[in-house]
């Protein structure tokens, strides 16, 4: 008679599948953690059953007891997939752990470094020529955003006055600053409704087309005249609030209204009161003309008093800004025509100190290292000081994003007296993420 053995091998196969699941929680329970090579040997069991179960339920034809051997490796498989489930979890967990104290940095502000050498030769009227080097400007950016609303910009600078002939025998003050000292440092909203704008702090004030430029970003070495007769060496800045109205757009137009109060502790127009209050409103007017041109129009004005010396200053501004930079080759064409006129007045009570000044500068980008440019200022009738006249051509190469060489010429002509020359080599380099911005 013959033994049909079938029933009792699949018996003998289900009791070794239960036996394996209990050695492998034997082994879990000596383990206090779940390293990878758990995980990875909790999948090799789990395809191993999925494939002998897979086996047995094909074969299965008969018997109630090979459905039970069935039904417990099924059970167990399911117990292994869980148990990988949960090892897994916990070893994503301790990852995350881990990596929170390696993002600390995230904390800090973005840091950029710019430095500005300049050597000098200079040839005064009547005078005995010479050179000289400065260390014109060392500049520390530090900026951050300190929750989704608010944005922070803080600027120390290292600076030296530098000369330019011809200009200190006029009579003119430098207005400027040497050492080490706070050049901005502002807090500024972003996203508030209907495109308002407001910042808080000491800041380069919105006036005429360079003065929020820092001294290393300019297009020249120096500032053009009138607004260093006006305003300083280093431009209007003074501590207060910035507001700017909701823009107006009309077609390919946009206008733009910016108010500011501030204190009057700018040498140049208030003799350093700080005590007092000014007023400044900028209206400026952009216009699209083309796909690789358009026109800035504008005009400041400010006022105010210093009480102290029985002083009222006035100053009003016009600007103009024409430029093309042709889609696909701004890095190799670019061309400006921009141009500027002052009229200032400080009132003392009589006689009133008065003066007007403008100029009119050029730039053209001959390709990605070479720009030269041509700038024409004038300073008239500025107190009993002579008309005076400066020509100042300029050629800049970009050795590369990071370093760039300048030579400028400037010839200063007052009226009835010769003219004075000065020649100035200029080096700036910078890093850091904001390196070489404008502003």
Same mark, same amino acid.
């Given at each position: 008679?013959?033994?049909?053995?079938?029933?009792?091998?699949?018996?003998?196969?289900?009791?070794?599948?239960?036996?394996?699941?209990?050695?492998?929680?034997?082994?879990?329970?000596?383990?206090?953690?779940?390293?990878?090579?758990?995980?990875?040997?909790?999948?090799?069991?789990?395809?191993?059953?999925?494939?002998?179960?897979?086996?047995?339920?094909?074969?299965?034809?008969?018997?109630?007891?090979?459905?039970?051997?069935?039904?417990?490796?099924?059970?167990?498989?399911?117990?292994?997939?869980?148990?990988?489930?949960?090892?897994?979890?916990?070893?994503?967990?301790?990852?995350?752990?881990?990596?929170?104290?390696?993002?600390?940095?995230?904390?800090?502000?973005?840091?950029?470094?710019?430095?500005?050498?300049?050597?000098?030769?200079?040839?005064?009227?009547?005078?005995?020529?010479?050179?000289?080097?400065?260390?014109?400007?060392?500049? $520390?950016?530090?900026?951050?955003?300190?929750?989704?609303?608010?944005?922070?910009?803080?600027?120390?600078?290292?600076?030296?006055? $530098?000369?330019?002939?011809?200009?200190?025998?006029?009579?003119?003050?430098?207005?400027?600053?040497?050492?080490?000292?706070?050049?901005?440092?502002?807090?500024?909203?972003?996203?508030?409704?209907?495109?308002?704008?407001?910042?808080?702090?000491?800041?380069?004030?919105?006036?005429?087309?360079?003065?929020?430029?820092?001294?290393?970003?300019?297009?020249?070495?120096?500032?053009?005249?009138?607004?260093?007769?006006?305003?300083?060496?280093?431009?209007?800045?003074?501590?207060?609030?910035?507001?700017?109205?909701?823009?107006?757009?009309?077609?390919?137009?946009?206008?733009?209204?910016?108010?500011?109060?501030?204190?009057?502790?700018?040498?140049?127009?208030?003799?350093?009161?700080?005590?007092?209050?000014?007023?400044?409103?900028?209206?400026?007017? $952009?216009?699209?003309?083309?796909?690789?041109?358009?026109?800035?129009?504008?005009?400041?004005?400010?006022?105010?008093?210093?009480?102290?010396?029985?002083?009222?200053?006035?100053?009003?501004?016009?600007?103009?800004? $024409?430029?093309?930079?042709?889609?696909?080759?701004?890095?190799?064409?670019?061309?400006?025509?921009?141009?500027?006129?002052?009229?200032?007045?400080?009132?003392?009570?009589?006689?009133?100190?008065?003066?007007?000044?403008?100029?009119?500068?050029?730039?053209?980008?001959?390709?990605?290292?070479?720009?030269?440019?041509?700038?024409?200022?004038?300073?008239?009738?500025?107190?009993?000081?002579?008309?005076?006249?400066?020509?100042?051509?300029?050629?800049?190469?970009?050795?590369?994003?990071?370093?760039?060489?300048?030579?400028?010429?400037?010839?200063?002509?007052?009226?009835?007296?010769?003219?004075?020359?000065?020649?100035?080599?200029?080096?700036?380099?910078?890093?850091?993420?904001?390196?070489?911005?404008?502003?």
């Amino acid at each position: 008679m013959r033994t049909n053995r079938t029933p009792l091998c699949l018996i003998v196969l289900g009791i070794f599948l239960a036996a394996v699941p209990g050695g492998l929680r034997a082994q879990e329970a000596e383990q206090d953690s779940v390293p990878r090579v758990r995980v990875d040997s909790l999948e090799a069991k789990i395809r191993e059953l999925e494939a002998r179960l897979d086996s047995l339920l094909a074969a299965l034809a008969r018997g109630e007891d090979a459905e039970g051997a069935a039904q417990g490796a099924a059970e167990e498989l399911e117990a292994l997939r869980a148990a990988a489930r949960t090892a897994a979890g916990e070893q994503e967990q301790d990852t995350t752990e881990r990596s929170r104290t390696r993002n600390l940095s995230i904390l800090n502000p973005e840091i950029s470094v710019t430095g500005d050498i300049l050597g000098q030769y200079i040839a005064p009227a009547g005078e005995d020529d010479f050179l000289t080097a400065v260390p014109r400007e060392f500049e $520390f950016a530090f900026e951050a955003a300190l929750d989704p609303y608010t944005r922070t910009k803080v600027f120390l600078s290292y600076e030296e006055e $530098f000369a330019i002939a011809g200009l200190e025998e006029e009579g003119e003050e430098s207005h400027g600053h040497s050492g080490f000292g706070l050049e901005e440092g502002y807090l500024y909203w972003v996203g508030l409704p209907a495109q308002l704008g407001l910042k808080i702090g000491h800041f380069r004030q919105q006036i005429g087309l360079y003065n929020r430029w820092h001294n290393h970003a300019l297009l020249e070495v120096d500032r053009a005249l009138p607004t260093v007769a006006f305003l300083g060496h280093d431009g209007l800045i003074q501590t207060g609030a910035n507001f700017v109205l909701p823009p107006l757009r009309t077609g390919p137009g946009l206008q733009t209204l910016t108010l500011e109060v501030t204190n009057t502790a700018n040498d140049a127009m208030f003799e350093g009161s700080k005590t007092n209050l000014a007023a400044l409103g900028n209206f400026t007017s $952009f216009w699209d003309l083309s796909a690789a041109s358009y026109l800035e129009l504008g005009a400041a004005a400010v006022y105010g008093e210093n009480r102290d010396e029985s002083l009222e200053s006035s100053l009003f501004n016009v600007f103009a800004l $024409f430029r093309w930079r042709p889609p696909g080759q701004a890095l190799y064409r670019d061309f400006r025509l921009a141009g500027e006129y002052y009229w200032a007045r400080k009132n003392y009570g009589t006689p009133d100190l008065k003066g007007s000044g403008g100029y009119l500068q050029a730039n053209y980008r001959l390709g990605r290292r070479w720009v030269t440019g041509l700038r024409f200022d004038f300073l008239d009738d500025y107190g009993e000081e002579p008309d005076v006249q400066m020509l100042v051509p300029t050629i800049t190469w970009w050795q590369s994003e990071w370093v760039f060489v300048r030579m400028q010429y400037n010839y200063v002509k007052p009226d009835g007296m010769d003219g004075s020359h000065t020649i100035t080599a200029q080096v700036v380099w910078a890093v850091g993420p904001h390196k070489h911005e404008t502003y």
